[in-house]
């Protein structure tokens, strides 16, 4: 696609949003609940869909009207800098979709998708568990062949949104116990399948994100294995590098809408300090040196390139503006996120407090580092 259609596209769109603003919002009074937002996206992935713009960047063979995956950065930036759906909801379609398109069969992507992409369903990644997180080739989940499929048994941790999940990408052990990276399938599941329970779990800023799922003697039809026997690594390292690019690029959106407001309550209160200035030029710095290096991996992924391990980079910059922002807000709303009871003051605590977890999701901050010594600049390899 080139640049003038990509604008074209943008202006059209912004058009379409601001003639059908009141329509898209909820009645929402106070900060919203899990469950308000989720009713918010459900609506307004409904409303985009129907109208077309939800489908641009996905292919005919999953309900879309194809066209360059920019145009879906570029709805996501408009949905998250307008405040229309919550950025992880919204956002978890760029990190699962195309991976169950590149990997699952045609059948099962034709079934799959379209519900996910027109707001009637939410996903989930198991990959995490007790005793395997960034150590994920360690992951012990066993599914055991059976007649028709296979039998899962074992737990997951950190899954995010699973109690709103009609499906999960689950990573399995199939192989020997110590068959590490090589011994690991991955599999499309009802989160409906009888022996599939779940308990949230609260993290500080109050909300239930994310669960501990329980698999007991679940059964998974056979056609559900994706990418292959043992290929659930392969899988894996697909996933990411596309958290990284689409999605990342509106969470990227979402913290300049932010950085905006926080520029809009320091210039309120009558703040003119140079300290003030230097705290957001400095978060304003990293969300462009973020945005900078997205703007080029959303080129490289519509141009067909495949994303690798350079999307650490990525991940590096977005967990540093994002922490950036809002530890620059903390010290520019004195006492507004420790102290403060109204609905402003409650969406900076929330935000502040989510930020923390911005050097942890999708791979911490010392592995990512890890990755780029290793495997970008060859400074040795794992002890
Ligand atoms: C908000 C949120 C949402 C999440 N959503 C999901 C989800 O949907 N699905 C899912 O499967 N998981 C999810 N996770 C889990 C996430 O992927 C893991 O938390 C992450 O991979 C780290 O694993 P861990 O928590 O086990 O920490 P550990 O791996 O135990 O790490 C602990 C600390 O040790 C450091 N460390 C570990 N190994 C090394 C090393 N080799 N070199 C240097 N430092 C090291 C880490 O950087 C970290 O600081 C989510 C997490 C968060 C916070």
Redesign the pocket.
Known sequence: MIQSDVHEFRRDLAAWLDEHDAELRLPIEQHPTLDDELAQFRHVKRALFDAGWGRYGWSSAVGGLAGSSMLRAIVGEEIATRDLAEPGLWSMIEVLAPTVIAVGSPELVAAMVPPFLRGDEMW?????EPDS???LASLSCRATAVDGGWSVNGQ?V???FAQLATRCILLTRTGEPGSAHRGITAFFVDMDSPGITYRPIEIQNGRL??CEVFYDDVFVPADRVLGGVGQGWQVAMNILPYERSTAFWHRGAFLHHRFDALVANVAAAGRRDTGDAHLLGEAFQTLMAFRFRSRETQHRLAGGESLGAETSIDKILIAAADQTLYNAARDLLPGVIEFDTDTAAGHWRWDYLYSK?AT????????QR?IVARRLLDLGAEP
């Open positions: 989930c990644q198991g990959f995490s997180g960034s150590d997951k950190w899954t995010s994100e994310f977890a942890i999701y999708g791979g911490t901050a010392e592995i890890n």
